[in-house]
């Protein structure tokens, strides 16, 4: 018979026990692709008594989850802990240190030390994955070390987080403002209780440095992502993108950037204006989707459930059968010490249109300040939208759209224009993608 690989899991929220679930459920399919029996054997978590839903009492229990790396009857170590530091990181330290292979869903912890594990892990010659890392249960991390491994890629980019598509897909659907669908996405579950990491964009930028680094050999820089949430739109921003023909996402790019010469790498997550015609613009709710672009494979899509714990669970128990298999890859493509180390890229050399948002006071000359901004900072306006009517507080909504020029360009009519008495609120720039 053949030896089951043994494995433990530390972590018993939603996606630990759909794990759990999955491979009860799946096991005799879960064996005959694997090639062997998938067993767990020891389970980690702060409460034991609680009731998860799942029956744990076949599996040895242990307090400390850092306890299970240590166990003769563990092959593989499944951290779904959370968190950069603390308790996880110990535990995928040891994991290796003790020479298990690592299955992991934590973002935040690769972005921040993913090289180091992933040296470790080359060194104790065992297995490091975290397809569920990035956008739950789409496969795109091993699309593009696998499917796009013969390509140069050119650009990736996508809606890397559910929250914030859920947030703002709901804004356009409603009208409602940002402040009352956050609160509706709590209540129903689709944001946390402290949504920071989320609707700033944090989560995203995890996402989008681990994806980077694989799409383009790169050492991970994620303190180099330039990162923007959703917080500061508004509804009159989703009415007026859409009066000129777009849709708003949180968008997450990264490219390589050789207009210096040595290749740096740009890295941004933003909330973005994305046009009617565009794969990204019919994304809604939670679904993540990110594209690649390739040399000589075109455009790819990946797109589907970017959190829960279905999707999730299918994809850490599909890197489990990986290492049943016997598959032992790079984590991030090629080996670590390979990574290619990319100070961050420049960006006010880059050309495109932006959206710009005034909240100014109902009173003459505000639009002659605005446009004697732009035309000091040599910025040329395409088109421009007032909305309505002043609000309770004498202030109305002025939005434009700039002509490409420079992104430098716009910084310095905000620079000109900072201080203004034609301003009653910080303008908000947003990017215009896919023209």
């Not at 992502?225 to 949180?250: H, N, W």
Request: proline residues 5%.
């Amino acid at each position: 018979m053949v030896e089951p690989l043994k494995i433990a899991l530390a972590g018993l929220g939603t996606v630990g026990t759909g794990v759990v679930r999955l491979i009860e459920t799946n096991a005799e399919l879960i064996a005959r692709r694997a090639g062997r029996p998938i067993r767990i054997t020891a389970v980690s978590a702060r409460d034991r008594s609680k009731d998860r839903g799942v029956d744990l009492s076949p599996y040895a229990w242990e307090d400390d989850p850092s306890a299970i790396a240590a166990r003769s009857d563990v092959d593989v170590v499944v951290e779904l802990v959370g968190g950069s530091d603390g308790p996880a990181l110990t535990l995928a330290r040891g994991a290796i240190k003790h020479g298990k292979g690592l299955v992991t869903a934590n973002k935040a912890m690769i972005a921040h030390h993913g090289l180091e594990l992933a040296a470790g892990a080359e060194q104790a010659g065992v297995p490091l994955k975290f397809e569920a890392a990035v956008a739950g249960g789409i496969p795109v991390i091993k699309g593009l070390s696998e499917g796009a491994a013969a390509n140069a890629i050119d650009r990736v980019y996508g809606i890397l987080n559910g929250t914030c598509n859920y947030i703002l897909s709901t804004m356009e659907d409603t009208g409602a403002d940002f402040g009352d669908v956050l609160a509706d996405a709590q209540r129903l579950g689709y944001a946390e209780a402290d949504p920071t990491f989320d609707i700033e964009g944090i989560d995203a930028a995890h996402k989008l440095a681990i994806l980077a680094s694989i799409a383009f050999g790169a050492r991970l820089r994620f303190d180099a992502v330039e990162t923007m949430g959703i917080s500061r739109v508004k509804a009159a921003d989703i009415e007026q993108a859409r009066a000129l023909g777009y849709v708003i996402r949180l968008i997450g790019t990264a490219e390589i950037d050789r207009s210096e010469g040595e290749p740096r790498l740009f890295q941004r997550v933003r909330p973005h204006l994305v046009p009617f015609d565009h794969p990204l613009a019919h994304v809604d709710g939670a679904t993540n989707a990110v594209v690649a672009e390739g040399n000589f494979m075109g455009r790819l899509l990946f797109q589907g459930a970017g959190a829960g714990d279905g999707p999730t669970a299918s994809a850490v128990v599909a890197d489990i059968i990986d290492i049943a298999r016997g598959e032992k890859g790079a984590a991030f493509s090629m080996p670590a010490g390979d990574l290619e180390a990319m100070e961050p890229a420049p960006t006010g050399h880059r050309l495109g249109r932006s959206y710009i948002r005034f909240t100014v006071p109902d009173r003459p000359g505000v639009l002659a300040d605005i446009t004697a901004a732009m035309r000091d900072a040599g910025v040329s306006i395409e088109s421009l939208i007032q909305k309505g009517d002043p609000d309770d507080d004498g202030e109305v909504i002025l939005a434009l759209v700039t002509h490409e020029v420079p992104e430098s360009a716009v910084s310095e009519a905000m620079r000109i224009l900072e201080g203004s008495d034609s301003l009653t609120a910080q303008p908000l720039v947003m990017q215009i993608i896919g023209d």
